[in-house]
């Protein structure tokens, strides 16, 4: 069985890929990305957070390379920071709160292994949306569990984003 050619982290950082992707230890990982619901639920919640930005202090990234180590980079979906961090094209340090929105192709375990990279690093609030079957998850002590109250909230802030008006928005049109 070949295996893939790894790639610098040098190369990786210098380059431009459409859509981006991970870097995990040398090889390069699609992401699923691209469907409809996917799409809505990233510009909904980043509209959210962009319209709050100043009751809340952050500022909603999508799409932006994030450093778990040397040799590791996801891209979050959604990455939310302080609006005192540092404005660097490539997120070096812990943000306030990473979502990953599932994909149909997507699983829960693969998600877990996204999830744990953001936990490595400190990140204390993430949160998994799945458009298709309608439900979140947020990162406890425990693991990921399924959201029970139908509020997304950010520890120590007052951030709280209700998953119910997110899937309203998205039935709309």
């Known amino acids: 069985m070949a295996t893939a050619a790894l ?37 909904i919640l980043g509209t959210i957070f962009r319209n709050s930005r100043l009751e809340w202090g952050v500022r909603p990234l999508g799409d932006t390379r994030l450093q778990i ?27 306030l ?22 936990v490595g690093i400190g990140t204390k609030d993430i949160w998994v949306i799945d458009p298709w079957k309608r439900v979140a998850y947020e990162e406890t002590s425990n693991g990921l569990r399924q959201l029970e109250d139908g509020i997304l909230r950010v520890q120590g802030t007052s951030i709280e984003v209700s998953l119910a008006d997110i899937f309203a928005q998205l039935d709309e049109f």
């Open 69 to 95: 180590t040397s040799s590791r980079y996801r891209i979050p979906d959604l990455m939310v920071l302080r609006n005192t961090d540092p404005k660097d094209g490539i997120i070096r340090f812990v943000p």
């Open 7 to 43: 790639i610098p982290v040098s190369e990786y950082l210098r380059t431009t890929y459409r859509p981006d992707r991970d870097y995990i230890d040398g090889e390069l990982k699609e992401r699923n990305v691209g469907e409809q619901p996917h799409g809505d639920i990233q510009i």
């Open 97 to 118: 709160l990473c979502v990953e929105i599932m994909s149909k192709g997507d699983r829960l375990n693969e998600i877990c292994e996204r999830v744990a990279d953001y």
